[in-house]
């Protein structure tokens, strides 16, 4: 069963329609609601005053209908009373500043304090609660890793965990390379603060730390959490994937499932599938699976997405109420890449607050419009589809190598803006152009036959052999530019480079320019950004620069299973690179078509067929099915009919 819901917030209404709303809930197929996370205050507004029962006609209305709970620890909101009473627990911004209150997560949640009046409204809203029939699991506080946080403490604690993993000053000089600008250091107590810092491996080490401490706190809520519920009850988070202090599949290791957000933007960004900005929103069809390929990457296991758009998100500024289709488009794009659950924030648009214009199924006025209607029969398709949906297993002929420490070097000192991310959005674009599938990994899969480390900046050794391995075992393996330029500490190389990738690659290269404006490749494209003055080894070229100077040089190689790709080049040279490594399962001659693949738990494949365009097209089924997202009758092999922003679901 796909979970289909909503976040339901019966506190936030102006007037008492608790049964109004869950009806019209289970009329549309919801079976699930998200309720608490966001109200400190309203469970404990004052210092160990708890108010408790208002839950509970949430939970039995909910229980009554069938609808699940998914019931929030409120601790990334803290109360008036706290802030007032113990200011010292701001979170201190680089330079001294503390982040004043009004907003949410301003709280160092490291320190003992905080903790201590967490873990009490913890106990008392779970061992209250959390045991209610209604309540299928509990998402331990949310989208954590907001702020890289620098009060005193945590500094104190930053330079504990280098000097454990360090064991003296001495090794941290060497290897972070302390000589420089006389940063070498004589004792721990010289470590200076990270918001003067100009040293990439102090940076690197910095966001490190960061990460485990959000890490940490999530895995202190769900040990607590435990003692406290059911065995069968799931404990998640929403995860934000492009939080600072967030290392996603770290994380993940303390949740039954991953959740996060999936946010897009809709109406003209969905149908024309142009690259976009890479920031908490996506705005293109790619971008959306990418978004949901990254969270099954987190457990690498199927996941909840526990916040999606149902109308505009953000401000009035960003007002864009998604075409008809498209919302059922984003949802069944969604579960084909793994997706169990699909919710929607939220059910009705605020009426106050800093969301008030992040529209809800139900807009201001409360009454069900064209948007619900849209979810019902959403709804309608999801129930319907049953077993055939369940247990999905999205198909992947291509893997891509994520790095978070490739990112956060890259970050600290970008070769051009946005780095890491821009790369493995266009070779993930370009994979998906050629119909290829992606699955996001830590490490090599030898059951994916093409592998992509873009970017891959930060090399260690272990990765190094793992990834020789891989191509000795049969693998196709694609390097870009300033993958291995670095070391773990983010140092670059003393080797000519791609350092321990030169043998693979069976190129080097002794300089490299960033590139100011397009320059011309031989073969008809465009390389952007970045140029490697690539030399060959053991390696042929298959495109050139066409240029007076960069000319010299190949753009893209080949040693055997080896693709080096010295640049960032254009959608259609990238298109036509994936084409000539691997072939997909089914590929859809119209670009306005893209075709997704997953198996259920039966171990019968499902196809997506997404018309992403305005206008109706067809696609050409290989072998016949049965309709999943309609009159599951037959569907001949042959051509198949999809509207505009259409979706179907063929079951082969």
């Keep these: 069963m796909i979970r289909f819901g909503t976040s339901y917030y019966l506190e936030y209404m102006p007037d008492p329609r608790l049964d109004r709303d869950l009806d019209l809930m289970a009329e549309a197929g919801i079976n699930t609601i998200r309720v608490g996370e966001s109200v400190w205050s309203t469970w404990e507004p004052r210092d160990g005053e708890f108010h408790l029962d208002w839950m509970t006609p949430v939970l039995d209305g909910a229980h009554e209908r069938g609808i699940g709970v998914l019931l929030g620890t409120p601790t990334y909101a803290i109360p008036p009373w706290l802030q007032r009473k113990h200011p010292e627990l701001a979170i201190v911004r680089p330079g001294g500043g503390r982040i004043p209150w009004g907003a949410r997560q301003e709280a160092d949640f490291t320190s003992p304090l905080f903790l201590h009046y967490a873990e009490r409204v913890i106990r008392t809203v779970i061992r209250r609660h959390g045991g209610h029939p209604a309540v299928i699991g509990v998402q331990l506080d949310n989208e954590p890793g907001l702020h890289l946080m620098h009060n005193e403490t945590v500094f104190e604690r930053f330079t504990d965990w280098l000097a454990k993993r360090y064991d003296d000053v001495d090794r941290l000089n ?45 895995g202190w809520q769900a040990e607590i959490v435990r003692e406290l519920v059911p065995a069968d009850r799931v404990l998640t988070t929403c995860l934000a994937y492009q939080r600072p202090a967030l290392h996603d599949m770290e994380l993940s290791r303390h949740l039954t499932i991953t959740s996060g957000n999936a946010y897009y933007l809709t109406q003209d960004a969905l149908t024309a599938d142009e690259p976009g900005e890479h920031t908490w929103y996506t705005s293109s069809p790619t971008a959306l699976f990418q978004s949901a390929d990254r969270m099954y990457a987190s457990k690498q296991g199927r996941f909840w997405v526990t916040e999606t758009n149902a109308t505009s998100i953000a401000g009035p500024g960003l007002n864009l109420p998604p075409y008809d289709g498209q919302l059922r488009q984003a949802a069944w794009a969604l579960i084909a890449r793994g997706a169990e659950m699909v919710s929607y924030w939220h059910w009705h648009t605020l009426h106050f607050g800093a969301e008030t214009y992040w529209g809800g199924i139900l807009g201001h006025s409360l009454e069900p419009g064209r948007v619900y209607k849209e979810i019902a029969t959403l709804g309608a398709e999801l129930e319907t589809a049953g077993d055939d949906v369940s247990g999905l297993v999205p198909d992947a002929e291509v893997g891509f190598l994520y790095s978070h420490d490739s990112k956060w070097a890259l970050g600290f000192q970008p070769p051009f803006d946005d780095a890491y991310e821009s790369v493995v959005a266009a070779l993930y674009r370009g994979a998906a152009d050629a119909g290829l599938q992606a699955r996001f990994l830590s490490e090599p899969d030898p059951a994916l036959p093409v592998l992509v480390a873009p970017a891959l900046y930060c090399l260690t050794p272990e990765l190094a052999e793992a990834l020789k391995a891989y191509v000795e075992g049969g693998g196709h393996l694609v390097l870009t530019f300033l993958s291995g330029y670095a070391d773990a500490e983010a140092r670059a190389r003393a080797e000519v480079a791609p350092g321990p990738l030169r043998e693979l690659a069976g190129v080097r290269y002794l300089e490299y320019s960033t590139l100011l404006r397009p320059v011309p490749l031989r073969g008809g494209g465009q390389a952007t950004r970045w140029a490697d003055g690539l030399e060959t080894d053991d390696a042929e070229p298959l495109d050139w620069y066409d240029h007076p100077h960069f000319g010299r040089w190949p753009a893209i190689t080949r040693n ?93």
């Design 174 to 218: 060497e290897e972070w390379g302390l000589t420089y600008w006389s940063h070498r250091i004589g004792d721990w107590a010289e470590l200076w603060r990270p918001e003067g810092n100009t040293t990439p491996s102090y940076d690197l080490a910095w966001r490190r730390f960061q990460a485990e401490l959000t890490t940490e706190f999530i």
């Design 560 to 652: 055997g299973t080896v693709t080096y790709v010295g640049t960032l080049p254009d959608r259609d040279t990238l298109r036509q690179l994936f084409r000539e490594i691997a072939q997909p399962r089914l590929a859809s001659d119209d670009p306005r078509v893209t075709l997704r693949s997953a198996v259920n738990r039966r171990g019968e494949r499902l196809w997506f067929a997404h018309n992403w365009s305005d206008r109706e097209t067809a696609v050409t089924l290989a072998a016949p099915g049965i309709e999943v997202t309609g009159s599951r009758e037959p569907v001949a092999a042959g051509p198949l009919r999809l509207g505009p922003c259409d979706v179907r679901v063929i079951r082969a």
